[in-house]
């Protein structure tokens, strides 16, 4: 007597749904763990600090997961992953509108900053940009001393005539060229890489600047977060402040979210124009949001742009500002 076997194509589907569900699973695990970091605020350590900076990528993906497992009735799965993403889009959204502004009623200021790619960005470009736009404050990271010379050659110093420069070989210098007079201060805590800072008189309004440019958290997640805790927080009862450079870290870090947190506001952010990433300046990695200007809560922020730079692997971020 024998027994009759089942038939292969039941099989095979069986498999095949086995396989799709694990599959699933792991994308799923991956997804969730990405997306807890964010919503409880936890940076990790470099390898999680870098996928963090993906976030919209992440939730992006997190939303097409779970419309993909409820298409094909893993509810469960799609059910947690569809909810956790809708959440994470949720603190997301707000970075694409802009917010109420203070009452400021003061002096204009325009401040720019650009990471110079090891002193490898067009500086005639710059010098440009500074002109065209009528920027009032430089803020320059991965300043050269080679590069520095060529600033001088271009022409920035007669547009910005005073300067608060620490150019350093790599990517190690930073500094601020201004157009109203610098008072040179030391405002941000220990780095590896230059932070230089300055009080600038605007016509008889003290603001004090810094140049961010700590280190990149997949260097030493340790590091950045020692040296975003360095940098100084605004001071409602003295000069205006205003931190402009490359912070290597995006709104979806919570380090970053610490320091707006005690008062700063993102000038992108403000403008409704937090999607704008400024690295890389190519498609590859996927660009993100890491170039910022953070101005005290009595300023008013007027305007925001992304401008490209040749030869930069970041795209430099201007803010055109009211000074209370």
Known sequence: MHTAEAPAAPRARSYGRNLRMIALIVLAVAFLEIAALRLIGVDGNRVT???????PYWTIGGLLLGGFSLAFRHWWIGGIVLAVALAVAGTLLPRAFASAQPAAHGAHLRVMSSNQYLGRA????????VRDNKVDVLNLLELTPRE???????GLFDVLPHRVFEPRYGGAGSGIASRYPLTQQSLAG????AQPSARADVNGTPVEIVAVHPIPPTTDAAQWKKEMGGLPRPDSGGPVRVLAGDFNSTVDHATFRDLLSGGYTDAALNRGEGFKPT???SFFPP???IDHVLVD???AVDAYRVLDVPDSDHRAVLAELTLP
Do not use: H, N, Y
């Not at 005639?124 to 940009?129: A, N």
């Not at 520095?148 to 271009?154: K, L, S, Y």
């Not at 220990?190 to 890489?193: C, K, T, V």
């Open 49 to 55: 600090a870098a996928l963090l900076a993906l976030t």
């Open 122 to 129: 067009d500086v005639k470009t710059i010098v440009r940009l």
């Open 148 to 154: 520095a010379g060529e600033f001088e050659r271009a």
């Open 190 to 193: 220990p780095s590896l890489m």
């Open 279 to 281: 690295w890389p300046s």
């Open 287 to 289: 660009p993100v949001t």
């Open 297 to 299: 809560p009595r300023v």
